[in-house]
């Protein structure tokens, strides 16, 4: 009966969070997409995820989405460098009771990375696209064995393929976009798949 109440507990929560994460969509704040938001769902419920770091808090959604979805013995760690979604983000995740889950770093993750000693079940890179490539030796250092990477964003408005036309002031992003698709693609300790769903969403099996 007690797990019955907290599957019922968990759901009612996720559902609530879906709403919220709406509201921040029509906002114009940049949160999961439903496609991405319901595969990271099954992934994280089928592999037994329980603990995630996140890079790109924003205001908390996909933090307090993926607390959510692994229920009260899941932790997020998540870290964004954003004075103003920083905040947002802390009084959010208090709001709905989340605290508790979720730690949020005040950081650049490019300086905080190499500090955090894992490994986590998954990690989820949707911070500065342009970094991607940067972090991926640190998220490679503190993911476990079988563990998933999900890098959210990777086709970037279809300029990283060319399906759409490449603004110049967005070179450098689409030029590093394409370096860190090709080293998740080649690097011998990992498994990787990219996939059209949101903006591109790649996907990581740490060997």
Known sequence: MDETRTYLKNLTAADELVKFKDEMQKAYVPVLT???????????????????????????????????F?????????????DNYYYQAVKNIDKFGLSGQIEVLHADAMDILRTLSGPYDMIFLDGAKAHYIHMLEECIRLLKSRGLLAADNVLFRGMVTGETKLIRRKITIVKRMRIFLEEISTREE????????????????KK
Do not use: C, P, Q
């Open 70 to 82: 692994m229920g009260e013995s899941g932790k997020v760690t998540t870290i964004e460098r954003d």
């Open 34 to 68: 439903d496609d991405v938001m319901n595969l990271l769902h099954v992934l994280i419920r089928s592999h037994g995820v329980r603990s995630i770091l996140e890079v790109g808090t924003a205001v908390g959604v996909s933090a307090m989405l993926f607390a959510s």
């Open 190 to 205: 990992l498994i990787s798949s990219v996939l059209t769903i949101g903006d591109g969403l790649s996907l990581s099996v």
